[in-house]
Every structure is written in structure tokens, then in C-alpha cells.
């Protein structure tokens, strides 16, 4: 079984750009969920998607946005980008119950300059 | 909001020596996990606990959840050099978000 794929893997912008990150779960997963990873703030959860709707949601600013289609795959689109918001971008798949396992992909590199 | 202390912050091993981590916090979770990221990858979930008091392993490592469901350690016996790493706490927020601790880096002795 294949596991979660992010695309792409590396990505430079500069500040005010726009940038648009793409997950594709494991399948038979309904459940994506988005993580920023940071040196200083470590992992923090940007928000969860289960069959096309958010189910949760962290705290970040509404420039950090997501959606998910009707295949389970999700895009996580961060607009009007700052040079804070260079990290690691990952996003983790599950069945779909709030108890079912996450499982992680390799994540998203961004690099905002 | 919950919050996750996770030490040591690094720790330098040599081959073969038991290895230690804990992670504390003042709320209470439902379930505890701990994952192991290798650079350039994602976080790896080697165990999850999901009862007070539980104690699980999964070959070398073994992890417990604190009786008053606010604490979790994760040991690792006769550890090899692909032990190196960074691991992860997690707790199960009430709303099935993961909150993750710090991380302890795990390094070989040089």
C-alpha cells in the first residue's frame, strides 16, 4: 500500500507570493490533516479535513487555508507568504475516526525569501 | 492552551546503552503516542497508548502512559546506531489533533 505523498518536496517563494501544497492520502484514508514544523515552534496543527469538510481547525491566521476534494486528496494554499512561514509543511492521513493513526508523509520543504 | 514538555531536549548515546525521554503536561490526554523523525522524513509512529497505566512494547522500545494520564516515557534498550533521530511526543487533543512535544534528538557519543 502506498503511503502519503506531498508534492512538491522543496519550494521557494518570496514574501507576498502565494503558494498552493498538495497531499494524497493513503488509500481508503478519509482524513487529512496539516502540520506546520519549525525549528522554534516545533510541530503545531494547522487544521483537519474528513470527507470534503474542516473538522478542526488550530491556530493559525486565515492566510492558512485548505480544502479537500471528494478523493480524499487535500491542498493546503498559505497566501501573502512572510518569511516566518518557511518550514516544513506535513500532512498526516487516517481512516477517519478521531482514534485511527495518522500517518505522516515526507513533507513539504517551503523556503520564503 | 495544552502544551507538551518533552526531555532531554538532545542526548548523545553509544551503541548498546538504555536510552530515556519523557514528556509531561498539565492537561490530561486520552491517548499518548511517540514517533521517531529521521532527517528529511516524516514523523514515524512507533507506539501508541491509549489506557492509563498501559504499558506497551514494540521490540527495543517500550513506552507507558502515566497513571494520572498527564505523563508518558519511552525507553529504548541496547541501542544501535539507526537509533539516532529525533522522537516525538504526542498527545491526542479532545478534538483528535495531534500536540506534539519538542522532540529529543537522539545522537551518537563521537
Known amino acids: 500500500k502506498a503511503g502519503v505523498t506531498q508534492t512538491p518536496r522543496y519550494l521557494i517563494k518570496t514574501r507576498g507570493q502565494q503558494v498552493t501544497l498538495s497531499c494524497s492520502p493513503i488509500?481508503?484514508?478519509?482524513?487529512v490533516s496539516w502540520y506546520q514544523q519549525t525549528p522554534g515552534q516545533g510541530l503545531q496543527f494547522l487544521f483537519e479535513?474528513?470527507?470534503?469538510?474542516?473538522?478542526n481547525k488550530g491556530n493559525f491566521p486565515g492566510r492558512f487555508s485548505g480544502r479537500q476534494f471528494s478523493n480524499s486528496r487535500s491542498e493546503m494554499n498559505v497566501s501573502t507568504l512572510e518569511l516566518g512561514d518557511s518550514a516544513l509543511y506535513l500532512c498526516?492521513?487516517?481512516?477517519?475516526?478521531?482514534?485511527?493513526?495518522?500517518?505522516f508523509g515526507p513533507g513539504t520543504r517551503l523556503t520564503v525569501l | 492552551g495544552q502544551q507538551l514538555n518533552q526531555s532531554p531536549q538532545s542526548m548523545f548515546i553509544q551503541e548498546g546503552e538504555d536510552v530515556s525521554m519523557n514528556c509531561t503536561s498539565s492537561?490530561?490526554?486520552?491517548?499518548w503516542l511517540w514517533y521517531k523523525q529521521d532527517p528529511g522524513e516524516g514523523p514515524v509512529l512507533l507506539i501508541a497508548?491509549?489506557?492509563?497505566?498501559e504499558l506497551t512494547s514494540n521490540g527495543r522500545l517500550t513506552a507507558q502512559f502515566g497513571i494520572t494520564r498527564k505523563d508518558s516515557f519511552l525507553n529504548i534498550s541496547a541501542s544501535i546506531p539507526s537509533d539516532v533521530g529525533i522522537y516525538f511526543c504526542?498527545?491526542?487533543?479532545?478534538?483528535?489533533?495531534?500536540?506534539f512535544g519538542k522532540g529529543t534528538k537522539l545522537s551518537v557519543k563521537p
Open positions: 479535513y474528513f470527507s470534503e469538510t474542516q473538522r
Open positions: 488509500s481508503g484514508h478519509r482524513s
Open positions: 492537561s490530561i490526554f486520552n491517548t
Open positions: 504526542a498527545g491526542r487533543g479532545s478534538q483528535g489533533n495531534l500536540i
Open positions: 497508548l491509549y489506557k492509563a497505566g
Open positions: 498526516a492521513s487516517s481512516l477517519g475516526s478521531l482514534l485511527n493513526e495518522q500517518f
